[in-house]
């Protein structure tokens, strides 16, 4: 028996709307991604603002105090450490002719030629430069895109802030009546886990920024400071940026002294293992509740989409998604426990 399909007009008119509906989020992707990171950040100032706002403070300035207070210290941190990394920068030119001999022979034998004497790498460099010099005009455009694109962020950011319960809002209007309170309570506990794990990530990189300082200073390592803003900015980023800052330190720790290089490799890997299975623990109480896989999948995506922010910014997004996926999943399992 032949089978007919039977499209009616309905159908029909609900697909176009969808296929019209897709290509205009496709079309506005990028302004997309700079909401969501403007909404990730709202949510992270949310308890501080909701902090002041209890202690009777007037929203709106309890806005500005939070926002002011980050930028303030931000502020600060760069400007303290600014002179001694200038510093550091200078004796490392100074030095780097040294350097240049030690690591010279072991570069040759990878089959690196401009690396043959100092002559032949500043030929290179400056070929280099050249062949760059036609990028610049796109490179700044980057920076200034980047500027703006962290300026268009922040300003959503506050304009989210401002406006109380935004979000809580947008949900019930676009569930139905009967999941409003789930959703609900969901959301609640995100803000939570996503509040709680950038606070925690901050907080240990400092740590660990301080305590990478503080054994530099002790072994009488040069560039501290550089080595311990590396430390505590790539601690930020889980798994990968440790491993990164590690190499960068007991590598240009080795070109001054082999031996140093082997304490500050043995005292590094001591801070990464206070600082994952002590400090981390500790004030995360596993707020995200994230397997490690996840962390890295997020890590990739939101760093191959967006860059550096986006390896950092995706993982609450991801946790966000992975919260909603979870409950849905717990959800179904208990429905059809009473069913069966």
Known sequence: MEKILDISWNTILKIAIAAVAFYFIFQIRDILILFVFALIISILFNPAIGFLVRRKIPRILAIIIAYSFLFGVAGLLMYSAALPFINEI?????????????????????G???????????????????SASSNIASAIGSIFGGIFNTFTIFSIAIFLSLEEKVVEKTLSLLFPKKYEAHVLVIWQKVQFKIAGWFGTRIISSVLV???????????????AVSFAILAGVTNIVPLV??????????????????????????????????????????????????????????????????GVLGAILAIPLFGILFEFIKEFLKKKRDEDAVVL
């Open 209 to 223: 920024a301080l305590m990478t300082f503080s054994a530099c200073k002790i072994l009488a390592v040069k560039y």
């Open 112 to 130: 690196l030629a401009a690396f043959e004497n100092f002559d032949s790498f500043n030929a290179a460099l400056q070929d280099w430069l050249l």
């Open 90 to 110: 200078q004796l490392f030119s100074q030095l780097f002719p040294q350097y240049f001999e030690k690591a010279a022979p072991i570069l040759q034998m990878l």
């Open 241 to 306: 940026g440790p491993l990164i800052a590690g190499a960068v330190i007991v590598l240009f720790t080795l070109l001054d002294s082999w031996a140093k290089s082997l304490f500050i490799l043995v005292v590094f890997i001591l801070i990464q293992q206070i600082e994952g299975n002590i400090i981390t623990p500790i004030l995360t109480k596993k707020f995200i509740g994230m397997a490690p896989v996840l962390v890295l999948l997020a890590l990739l995506v939101g760093g191959q989409l967006w």
